[in-house]
């Protein structure tokens, strides 16, 4: 992991690898930003006209790389755009800071310390440069080879792969200030639980599937103070856990349910966190087409986010009771697999006719999703790669937000803004539910095409227990990235609502949610 400090050390006496500077989108040209005003010095107050005659604007992303001048201790300058510069009197959005950091660090790849002279005039901002410098410096080298210790045996690959950057120094960052303190401890905790998600997320199937993932949160559940419980297959039979066996009887990994309890003496409140779990996800016999196989490791982000938010309230000592449910499953096709037309009996005693055996993540998370009510949770979140539905509607770069309560998707929508992951609130029309009556069950799986997104979510919302406020994310879109890295996300799994999740439980230590 990329090592965070705070240091009292000025810019131009720093010894490191490279100096983070940033650059705003001025009207009349580049600007640079509060933080560098010693390298700005160093150049002659001529650095904003060197970087423009280089084709800098300050535009967002941005990197600029240029050799530093005598008066600096380090051989490289690294100018960032932070883009407009903002209004006067007005401080640096937090989201343009930290997709600052996290284009300087992955750009600084293969160095062993930086130093980052970012706007911070405040705690927030030096926290939200510490997140994306430690989510830019993310990368995924379990499988590849030369020093790297968790490489397979005989594994040749990745020998010449430059290592993250190894140490963010934070200049301005005031380590003897509380706040300041505080604010990096929580960023290095948060970052570090984000990229573990991003780490089993990319991990490829043949390694992790229901029994081994248990085996994770087991392990992480003794490092941190977790109560961890696993239902195991013979458990989930007792149970009459119809969904989680349905779903996961066609592949030779069984299914499991796994909970996580945090809980904090002085918690008043408790928040139940349910994440889609499938390792895999073929779309069993009702078989995805050619093209659509190759990312689906990443079906089972929701449950990692879930995990991952747990482990992170728990590092944080919040004072809330978080318990997190993953609902873990293959789903393969085979001769025992789900056959489209069958029916499942849920846990909650409802029958489901399978219509589809590709909507099986609302399966597996029903069966969570009654599971968790039943133990009264003040407010339950599911995370789900849900649906394809949500990506059209909303790209790839946004999750969409429903509840059976309008003033909590509200919240949960500004608390994801706030910490700089797009979100959308959506829906729930009860014209959709129709869809889904079937003439054999109690529901069916599928229901109308148009609105696929809101009718999963309709469908969710039959499981969960009365009077419980309820909220679903589908992170369909943003869970995996497919394209070029860009700020602080990465190629591959992204780590997607984990953020919002833990601000949640922030807020509802706090008691601003009521």
């Known amino acids: 992991m ?37 390298v700005d010095k160093a150049f002659d107050g001529k650095l904003a006209t060197v970087l423009e005659t280089l084709g800098a604007s300050g535009a967002e992303g941005e990197v ?35 997709r600052a950091a996290g284009s300087a660090a992955r750009a600084l790849k ?38 790297n210790k968790l490489a397979p045996k005989g594994s040749k690959a990745g020998k010449d792969a430059k290592l993250p950057l190894g140490e963010v120094t934070l200049l301005g960052g005031k380590p003897r200030d509380k706040a300041f303190k505080a604010a990096a401890e929580r960023a290095v905790a948060v970052t570090e639980e984000i990229n573990r998600a991003r780490d089993l997320i990319n991990t490829p199937p043949n390694d992790l599937y229901p029994e081994s993932f ?88 929701g449950a990692a986010a879930v995990f991952a938010a747990v482990v992170s309230a728990s590092r944080l000592g919040l004072q809330v009771n978080v318990t997190g449910w993953l609902a873990l499953a293959e789903n393969m096709p085979s001769g025992n697999a789900t056959r489209p037309g069958d029916v499942l009996h849920m846990y909650s005693g409802k029958t489901v006719e399978v219509l589809n055996t590709d909507a099986e993540g609302r399966l597996v998370l029903a069966d969570a999703l009654t599971r968790a009510s039943e133990e009264k949770p003040d407010a339950i979140v599911d995370v789900a790669t849900l649906t394809g539905a949500m990506v059209l509607a909303l790209g790839n770069r946004t999750f969409g937000v429903m509840a059976n309560d309008d003033a909590f998707r509200t919240s949960i929508h500004e608390i994801a803004e706030e910490v700089g992951e797009a979100s959308w609130p ?77 601000r949640l439980a922030e807020r509802t230590a706090a008691g601003d949610l009521g």
Not at 68 to 94: R, S
């Open 426 to 502: 959506m829906p729930l029309p009860a014209d959709l539910r129709k869809g889904m009556d079937s003439p054999t069950a109690d529901i069916a799986n599928m229901g109308e095409r148009m609105g696929g997104g809101l009718v999963a979510g309709l469908f969710l919302q039959e499981f969960v227990g009365e009077g419980i406020a309820w909220a679903h994310l589908d992170i369909a879109g943003p869970a995996f990235h497919e394209g070029a890295p860009y700020g602080y996300t990465p190629k591959g799994g992204t780590g997607s609502a984990v953020r919002t999740l833990v």
């Open 214 to 301: 248990a085996a994770v949160a087991t392990a992480a559940g003794k490092e941190h103070g977790i109560k961890v419980q696993v239902l195991d297959e013979k458990a989930l039979v007792k149970g009459g856990y119809g969904g989680l066996l349905g779903v996961g009887q066609g592949s030779a990994h069984g299914p499991r349910l796994v909970k996580l309890s945090y809980t904090h003496p002085k918690a008043e409140k408790t928040l139940a966190l349910v994440g889609k779990g499938i390792t895999y996800d073929s779309g069993g016999i009702s078989l995805k087409p050619a093209g659509h196989n190759e990312t689906m490791k990443c079906d089972m982000s």
């Open 110 to 147: 293969g160095s062993k310390k930086a130093g980052f002279a970012l706007p911070t005039e405040s705690a927030e901002d030096a926290g939200a440069v510490a997140e994306g410098a430690l989510l830019g410096a993310y990368a995924f080298t379990a499988y590849q080879g030369g020093e």
């Open 64 to 98: 600029t790389k240029l050799p530093a001048p005598a008066g600096l201790k380090v051989p490289v300058v690294v100018a960032v755009g932070l883009g407009p510069v903002p209004a006067k009197d007005d401080a640096y959005d937090a989201e343009a800071l930290r």
């Open 2 to 38: 990329t090592a965070l400090t705070l240091s009292t050390s000025g810019a131009a006496t720093l010894r490191a690898d490279a100096l983070v500077v940033g650059l705003a989108k001025g009207a009349k040209g580049p600007v640079v930003a509060p933080g560098a005003e010693a």
